[in-house]
């Protein structure tokens, strides 16, 4: 998996696919893997940075105010944001 986030606010979560041989690879394809959306969230501002833990369960992404999002994986494909502001 791999995370992108964007100036129009949106983070993205992508699993990539690669083929097992070089040579398999699809000649009419400007790409050496296969890649799917498995996860998308908007944000009402830009999002500069993301990134995963070693363990790839959590992700977080960061807006351009320095705002930390963190978002914990709960399935193959399913990712749960988390409330950091949440009282006890």
Same mark, same amino acid.
């Given at each position: 998996?791999i995370?992108?986030?964007?100036?129009?606010g949106?983070?993205?979560?992508?699993e990539? &696919?690669?083929?097992e041989?070089?040579?398999n /690879?699809?000649?009419?394809?400007?790409? $050496?893997?296969?890649? *799917?959306?498995?996860?998308?969230?908007?944000?009402?501002?830009?999002?500069?940075?993301?990134?995963?833990? &070693?363990?790839?369960?959590?992700?977080?992404? /960061?807006?351009?105010n320095?705002?930390? $999002?963190?978002?914990? *994986?709960?399935?193959?494909?399913i990712?749960?944001?988390l409330?950091?502001?949440?009282k006890?």
């Amino acid at each position: 998996m791999i995370c992108s986030t964007s100036k129009d606010g949106k983070f993205i979560i992508w699993e990539i &696919d690669f083929p097992e041989e070089i040579t398999n /690879i699809n000649k009419n394809s400007n790409s $050496f893997f296969a890649y *799917k959306n498995i996860f998308e969230y908007k944000h009402n501002k830009p999002l500069w940075r993301c990134s995963f833990n &070693d363990s790839g369960v959590l992700v977080n992404c /960061i807006d351009e105010n320095g705002e930390c $999002f963190i978002f914990m *994986k709960t399935g193959r494909s399913i990712f749960v944001k988390l409330d950091l502001h949440k009282k006890k």
